[in-house]
């Protein structure tokens, strides 16, 4: 199948469009309210607020019997909320850590869920089945109305984002100085963990409990190698995000139904592994190669201020040396020695070398951290 | 009329008092941090608060600005709870307290300072960024406005958060700790606008660890350490006697009756 006819099949086929619009604009949403999850360094918070949802489920379907999404998703909602809230109270009343509560948090909500689930399995009612599809997400259980509900929370959440920028930003980069300001900050902090509650519980149907975490955080870890801007960090990881979803929907629809939201998953972190390494400037690969040319210059500039030193003592800075004079200096290399000559430092003359006027200079300026890479 | 019947009271009557602590207790569960604190500060001075690491310092100027709800006490701004007197009152936070790979810019954070006189929803207009502007050249970081706040030095850093400070525009200034690892150039620089501060008639309040600086750079001490020791000016109280009760003797305080 090749793209053109892909993109004729997301148009036309109810399903395709549906699963496709669906995890663009989870993405999105998941995305960009990531960011705020990373910046807090409540990485984790996604994690523990989607296993908590687990228990949510199940007892929705208990008590209601139905199968209906939105049934089962409001049960999410709640056990996801409680979960959350106790997690804040662990944290602010006791001295446990937030990881430590966070961990609490989600191995007894999950553990609960797995419970009730294996009980679900064992009762005689032939509507039971499908509850475990919630643990890894089944997109292709995405109908129009799904959608349309994610689009409202995720319009929604932008409006309260453009509302409220200023003060997220602020209660993000410093949370008790916006208290003196006087920022409700408690407002601000609840608002911003009820949308991820939110973003959480609508993916879970698509992604499912265990996996949800990722569509918050990989998004955007690769988004801030990429900027060091909040607004375009918040942008670019919406972006990520749905690119991610739209390209992993595309490569489990055509490649025999492998399961969506693991595919997306790993969509995303390729973006992730991609933005690591190749980011300008907070990529590995960039800061190695900075780290090897900064070495070399160190080197040049190292056998330049020797050769300085040497230059001073006479008062025609161009008389010549001999080049052995350098082997007694470990910085020196033939490589280097020619390199000098190309910059028009040095002049060599067979075995022997002598300073340039230019060279004298770049040399005496080099203690005032004139680097010769500035040339 | 509560107002003069305040200035009245206190010891100093030449003088109106700033900020006023009444009875001030804190604590983290059961260990008291912070004991019966009781204390005045005249307008117009520049103060060090000094005592041991653990002695409550940054602990007392948090629960002056509502950061921390203390058990106990009351502390007035010019007479009046904080809440009325938000907009007399800057805080520098310790620099450590705040994540500097955060993406934003120099600019930026010394904007953040104008966020609470532009109250809920509005955002920072050219008025702002003016102000801004003007605060990071008093500080002489103009020419790094632009700069990622992760590639400004330590000493750069603590001068950002001293020009978000300034952009307030405040009669009373707290400030936790500045010269924590700041270059000699950046601490004159500093103690520079401190001065100036005080000169132009503001009140200025700083956790300071470095007691031999405090005769040359201040005019006004009190010494913490759980409880107050000391309060008052420089040259009448900063003597061996409270230095030693300050640090010399570990208090111990405890809760049982």
Known sequence: ?375 | MSEIKIQEKTSVSEHKMAVQVDDLTVAYNYKPVLWDIDLEIPEGVLMAIVGPNGAGKSTLIKAILGILKPIAGSVTIYGKPYDEQRKLVAYVPQKGSVDWDFPTTALDVVMMGTYGSLGWIKRPGLKEKKASLEALEKVGMLAFKNRQISQLSGGQQQRIFLARALVQDASIYFMDEPFQGVDATTEIAIINILKELRKAGKTVIVVHHDLQTVPEYFDWVTFLNVKKIATGPVKDIFNDDNLTKTYGINYKVSIQE
């Open chain 1, 1 to 375: 199948m090749d793209i053109q006819e892909y993109f004729s099949l997301v148009i036309n086929d109810y399903t395709l469009r549906t699963i496709t619009l669906g995890t663009a604009i989870l993405g999105g949403v998941t995305g960009m309210l990531g960011s705020f999850a990373v910046l807090r360094k409540q990485s984790l918070l996604g994690d523990a607020i989607s296993h908590a949802a687990l228990p949510g489920i199940a007892i929705a379907f208990l008590i209601t019997g139905s199968k209906d999404t939105n049934t089962l998703l409001i049960g999410a909602l709640i056990s996801g909320l409680i979960g959350t809230f106790w997690i804040r109270g662990i944290v602010t009343k006791t001295h446990l850590k937030s990881d430590t509560a966070l961990g609490l948090i989600l191995s007894l909500f999950f553990g609960f869920g797995m419970l009730l689930l294996t009980f679900i399995e064992k009762q005689p009612n032939a509507n039971q089945a499908g509850l475990d599809k919630y643990l890894f997400g089944q997109a292709a259980t995405l109908v129009e109305s799904d959608v349309w509900l994610m689009a409202t929370v995720t319009g929604l959440c932008l409006l309260v984002l453009l509302f409220f920028w200023k003060e997220f930003k602020l209660f993000l980069f410093d949370a008790d100085y916006a208290k003196t300001l006087g920022f409700n900050t408690k407002f601000i902090d609840i608002l911003i963990t009820s949308f991820i509650v939110l973003a959480i519980v609508l993916g879970l149907q698509t992604v499912g409990v265990v996996l949800m975490s990722a569509m918050l955080l990989a998004p955007a870890a690769a988004a801030r190698q990429w900027t060091n801007s909040l607004s375009t960090m918040v942008f670019l990881a919406a972006v990520f995000g749905a690119v991610s979803g739209v390209l992993g929907t595309a490569i489990s629809a055509s490649q025999n139904n492998l399961s969506t939201g693991p595919v997306i998953v790993i969509v995303a972190s390729v973006f992730v592994v991609f933005s690591f390494i190749f980011s300008p400037s907070r990529g590995l690969l960039f800061r190695q190669i900075r780290f090897i040319a900064n070495r070399r210059d160190l080197e040049l500039q190292k056998t330049l201020a020797f050769m300085y030193h040497i230059a001073e003592t006479h008062d025609n800075i161009s008389h010549p040396h001999t080049i052995k004079i350098l082997n007694n200096f470990q910085g020196y290399t033939r490589k280097t020695l020619q390199k000098l000559v190309d910059k028009g430092y040095v002049t060599l003359d067979g075995t022997m070398w002598s300073l340039t006027e230019k060279g004298f200079e770049t040399a005496a300026n080099l203690y005032n951290q004139q680097a010769i890479k500035d040339e």
